[in-house]
């Protein structure tokens, strides 16, 4: 069974840069497409963006193009997604998402258990 | 970007009762890439239902997807306790993946 396990909770000032880690467990980490999908306090779903973890392509939402670095470590299995020049307004949960069947054209079949990045002066 | 507008905003019904959620795509989702996500408060968003009518691992056959185009439902045919919970849609047909805004499904 699959996991993706995040790193924990941040509190950032305005300004300043957040980067939070996805670690998969079991094996096929390079088989699958992981995004990342943010939160808003007692807001829905915004979809940040996706990295392939073979060749590290990535693709972001136009609202954070410029804003947001996707990386990924596959020795250590993990994903990485930066944020920098961070607003109040960035303050959300940060969930990492693995697709159903490695596809681009798939939903999102596992979820990390997300993390809190709080952005406050 | 294809926008997608969820109705109810809150929809409140008991235990047994059948539930039924409608998501409304701003263009066609090309191959039904449409799917569901059921999430509880505290928790991870959950996959549902994907290509628009496809059960999930682990999802009871009470729940079921139907639609394509432009109109989606999700209905749940006997509610049980643990079904309370808000739902997404969302359109995986095109790289700009996005949601609906959400149905909060409440014990009446």
């Known amino acids: 069974q699959v996991q993706l396990v995040q790193s924990g909770a941040e509190v950032k000032k305005p300004g300043e840069s957040v980067k939070v880690s996805c670690k998969a467990s079991?094996?096929?980490?390079?088989?699958?497409?992981v995004h990342w999908v943010r939160q808003a306090p007692g807001q829905g779903l915004e979809w940040v963006g996706i990295?392939?973890?073979?060749?590290?392509?990535?693709s972001y939402a136009q609202k954070f193009q410029g804003r947001v670095t996707m990386t990924r470590d596959t020795s250590a299995r993990t994903v990485y997604m930066e944020l920098y020049s961070l607003r109040s307004d960035d303050t959300a949960v940060y969930y990492c998402?693995?697709?159903?069947?490695?596809?681009?054209?798939?939903?999102?079949?596992?979820w990390g258990q997300g993390t809190l990045v709080i952005v406050s002066s | 970007e294809i926008v997608l507008t969820q109705s109810p905003g809150t929809l409140s019904l008991s235990p047994g009762e059948r539930a039924t959620l409608s998501c409304r795509a701003s263009?066609?989702?090309?191959?039904?890439?449409l799917a569901w996500y059921q999430q509880k408060p505290g928790q991870a968003p959950r996959l549902v239902i994907y290509?628009?009518?496809s059960r999930a691992t682990g999802i009871p056959d009470r729940f079921s997807g139907s639609g394509s185009g432009t109109d989606f439902t999700l209905t749940i045919s006997r509610l049980e306790p643990e079904d309370f919970a808000v739902y997404y849609c969302?359109?995986?047909?095109?790289?700009?993946?996005?949601f609906g805004q959400g149905t909060k499904l409440e014990i009446k």
């Open positions: 969302q359109q995986y047909g095109t790289s700009l993946y996005t």
């Open positions: 998402a693995r697709d159903l069947g490695g596809s681009q054209l798939d939903p999102f079949a596992v």
């Open positions: 290509g628009a009518s």
């Open positions: 263009q066609s989702v090309s191959s039904n890439y």
């Open positions: 990295i392939n973890p073979t060749g590290g392509t990535t």
């Open positions: 079991g094996n096929s980490f390079t088989s699958y497409y």
